[in-house]
């Protein structure tokens, strides 16, 4: 079963950084798209940042030169490294992978799913 679990979260200053990290495992063909989201209170999901299997990478506007995601394909690991960070950065963030998993129907085939992580707190102060 596939898993994707995060860390890294917690409380800073303004001003200040911090990096998340977020590891797939389980049984798992290839990891394809990695990202993270996040959610703050009273608004909708949001991209923050995605990366390829070959590291082209997406920014959200609020996050360009601020943030970079990177990512480890041998330890099927994507990060976020957060700098200059502002209060309204405060959400919780929420990593997301595209994996092909071998899932059993009668067989195991490959099957290709948007996974989830459980999310972790990210909270700016001013």
């Known amino acids: 079963q596939v898993q994707l679990v995060e860390s890294g979260g917690g409380l800073v200053q303004a001003g200040g950084s911090l990096r998340l990290s977020c590891r797939a495992s389980g049984s798992i063909f290839s990891v394809n798209v990695m990202g993270w989201y996040r959610q703050a209170p009273g608004k909708q999901r949001e991209l923050v940042a995605s990366i390829t299997s070959g590291a082209s990478t997406n920014y959200a506007d609020s996050v360009k030169g601020r943030f970079t995601i990177s990512r480890d394909n041998a330890k099927n690991t994507v990060y976020l490294q957060m700098i200059s960070l502002k209060p309204e950065d405060t959400a919780v963030y929420f990593c997301?992978?595209?994996?092909?998993?071998?899932?059993?129907?009668?067989?195991?085939?490959?099957?290709?799913?948007?996974?989830w992580g459980q999310g972790t707190q990210v909270t700016v102060s001013s």
């Open positions: 997301n992978a595209d994996i092909t998993a071998p899932i059993y129907s009668g067989s195991f085939v490959p099957s290709r799913n948007d996974y």
